[in-house]
């Protein structure tokens, strides 16, 4: 027997969420209540109550928002619980503060604590666990599968029933299959074994959506929602607001870094491609210098850069301007990025699909960039849309909240600066 079959049963507690969200209102609610008040007072009085019913809104928020964001390719859920409680939880005492409420400081703190330990244990079983054992059948374009990391997989050789470690079938169900083959992926759906489509799972596992065999049909399920293009919109005006003060303080003192160092003008302006194909003007901070012939893409090293250019560069702040381009509409804080106009055109002469990526407004960071940086060559760009079609295809405040989580991290690393 496998040796994993013997961690069946706890796998099953552990994946269910219900059982997840019990174990941490008992560790992280109820305990800390407890401690606090000294195994003798009810925890639901006085300043321990609001710290109770605190903790607990904190704890049904965080665990959400953590399940929502670790459901998308490539995320380790550890990394997140860090962030994710330490907003819900600072959200709750900001609420307390503005409301006058009294609360036990060491009671948030204790609950606060043992939040990320349970959450962080959860997360690191749930990775060892929940990893995907997948039979894969040898029909149509399977092949590539098999170089998935983050599946092991089992090629049928024949229509007999799987092992029980098996936790799902994977076929290309638009490939031409024998009839036992077809029986089979049958007796699996109705024995309870999920049977998937192998697009379906490349998606799952890879983050990214294969565009060579979409067809007119499948592109058009690819259309964003349009409730949440307008809601986005609102939340991009509110955080044009909200960053405003401080923004135009840290573009004060980048532009005068840039005069200094090699004098005016201090803005970069460039024809890009934007929303639904409009040609607009986008706004940087300069960091090359001027009058020297060059690609028309930025390359690794490149010897135009200056030094505060680099800098910029490494951690975005170059990009701070483009908060004019999405106050004006031309832009979001997230989404596909947008390319000079001559380096889209080429583009679009050279991939199928190029185009559609500009159904949704171009963001400052975007689903491609925290995964590959910034891209020139063709066959890396085609990878980037890979990227900006998943995007489209599971536009979602959920997404969105992911990348900017994942920005953090860009920034902070100076990931796929050039």
């Not at 606060?112 to 959450?119: I, N, P, S």
């Not at 997360?123 to 029909?139: M, N, S, T, Y």
């Not at 998937?196 to 592109?219: A, C, D, F, P, R």
């Not at 607001?241 to 005016?264: K, N, S, Y």
Request: with cysteine.
């Amino acid at each position: 027997m496998p040796r994993h079959l013997g961690w069946r049963g706890a796998y099953r507690l552990l994946a269910r969420n219900r059982y997840q969200l019990a174990g941490a209102i008992l560790v992280a609610v109820v305990l800390p209540a407890l401690i606090v008040s000294g195994f003798d007072v009810p925890p639901w009085l006085g300043s321990n109550g609001n710290t109770t019913v605190g903790t607990f809104a904190a704890i049904l928020f965080g665990a959400y928002i953590l399940r929502r964001m670790t459901t998308y390719p490539g995320v380790p859920g550890v990394t997140y619980v860090l962030p994710v409680f330490a907003v819900v939880f600072a959200a709750v005492i900001i609420v307390f503060f503005f409301l006058r409420f009294d609360y036990s400081r060491m009671q948030m703190i204790v609950s606060f604590g043992l939040a990320l330990l349970w959450f962080s244990f959860v997360q690191i079983a749930e990775r060892r666990l929940r990893r995907p054992h997948l039979l894969l059948l040898p029909f149509g374009r399977t092949g590539k599968l098999l170089e998935t990391p983050q599946a092991d997989w089992m090629v049928a050789r024949e229509p007999d029933l799987p092992p029980e470690y098996i936790n799902g079938v994977v076929a290309d169900l638009g490939a031409d299959l024998p009839r036992d083959w077809e029986r089979f992926l049958a007796s699996c759906a109705l024995g309870g074994l999920p049977v998937y489509h192998s697009k379906q799972v490349s998606e799952m596992l890879s983050g990214t959506v294969q565009i060579e065999h979409l067809s007119e049909n499948t592109l058009g399920s690819l259309l964003p929602s349009s409730i949440y293009l307008r809601f986005k919109r609102a939340l991009d005006l509110l955080a044009v607001a909200a960053v405003a003060p401080l923004a135009l303080a840290m573009a004060g003192a980048c532009a005068l870094a840039i005069v200094l160092e090699d004098g005016r003008p201090v803005l970069f302006r460039q024809q890009r491609m934007g929303f639904r194909g409009a040609v607009f003007t986008i706004f940087k901070f300069r960091t090359m210098r001027c009058g020297i012939p060059g690609k028309e893409y930025t390359e690794a090293d490149d010897e135009r850069i200056t030094g505060v250019g680099r800098f910029l560069r490494r951690y975005r702040f170059d990009e701070l301007p483009q908060i004019v381009n999405i106050f004006k509409g031309e832009m979001s804080w997230i989404g596909p990025r947008p390319e000079a106009l001559a380096l889209s055109e080429w583009y679009e002469s050279q991939i199928p699909f190029y185009s559609y990526r500009h159904i949704v407004r171009p963001g400052i960071t975007g689903w491609a960039q925290v995964h590959q940086g910034n891209v020139a060559e063709v066959m890396a760009a085609t990878g980037k849309l890979h990227y900006d079609f998943y995007y489209i295809k599971y536009f979602s405040p959920w997404l969105d909240l992911l990348i900017a989580a994942k920005t953090v991290r860009t920034v902070l690393t100076g990931f796929g600066a050039r």
